[in-house]
């Protein structure tokens, strides 16, 4: 009758207070430590307070907790030792990812093209397996970058197409429209910088932002990724 008048937990209240079987390590300290020391079919000696609030506890009787056997529990061990294992795999393909991701990013600051693409490729296949789009991105970014150096310009714009269709950024539109120019495809090249510049005035979620570059100034920033790309290609010359 008092928790039906007085109390205020959403759940209990209805219930007249009733919490069913519980362990005193379901609830917080306050509240266990007083419901462990109160006598079967005793109430607390005073109100009990916690974050929640103040509580009257009675405990209507106490019994010995059942330990659950190992085949009741088996499901819940073979799910929790899946679930880790998972998380030591990608863990460890992170941490691989991230360093061939270093010694590619040395190889094509050294001109070692071949040797780039090849670390490239293979942090491309873990990243697949990790299911890690942004950088997933990234990668298909300098493959593209190191084919087209190459010369490969068509393994370069399925590189850039792949990207884009991944993690739509403005750069990789302007990109990829770089590519379609020097392989001879203008009127490609033309429909992917309308795309780029679209996507710099209008970003969706902040993908398609570049950064620090207002929309209003997508000239600019148009022409810093060609200058970029004319860097590389002077490198790739000399």
């Avoid at 109160?38 to 609030?53: H, I, R």
């Avoid at 950088?135 to 590189?159: Q, W």
């Avoid at 510049?197 to 398609?208: A, F, V």
Wanted: with cysteine; charged share 30%; glycine share 6%.
């Amino acid at each position: 009758e008092l928790a039906h008048a007085r109390s205020k937990g959403p759940g209990s209240k209805d219930r007249g207070g009733d919490l069913d079987w519980n362990a005193p390590a379901n609830f917080v300290k306050p509240f266990s430590d007083a419901m462990v020391k109160t006598e079967k079919g005793k109430f607390t000696p005073q109100p009990v307070q916690t974050q929640f609030g103040w509580h009257v506890i009675r405990v209507d009787d106490v019994r010995a907790a059942k330990v659950p056997s190992y085949d009741e529990v088996k499901p819940q061990l073979q799910q929790r030792m899946q679930s880790q294992h998972l998380d030591k795999y990608l863990r460890d393909l992170r941490a691989k990812a991230q360093a061939l991701t270093v010694l590619a990013s040395c190889a094509l600051q050294t001109d070692r093209l071949e040797d780039a693409r090849r670390l490239y490729r293979q942090t491309l296949e873990l990243l697949r397996g990790e299911h890690d789009p942004h950088n997933g991105a990234a990668t298909l970014d300098h493959l593209a970058l190191i084919e087209k150096r190459l010369g490969n310009y068509e393994e370069a714009i399925l590189s850039y197409r792949r990207a884009v269709a991944i993690e739509p950024r403005v750069s990789t539109y302007y990109s990829l429209a770089g590519v379609l120019r020097a392989a001879g495809h203008s009127d490609q090249a033309e429909a992917e910088y309308r795309l780029g510049r679209e996507r710099l005035e209008k970003p969706h979620d902040g993908i398609g932002k570049l950064p620090g570059v207002a929309p209003a100034n997508h000239q600019r920033a148009e022409d810093a990724v060609l200058a970029q790309e004319r860097d590389a290609d002077q490198r790739a010359e000399t």
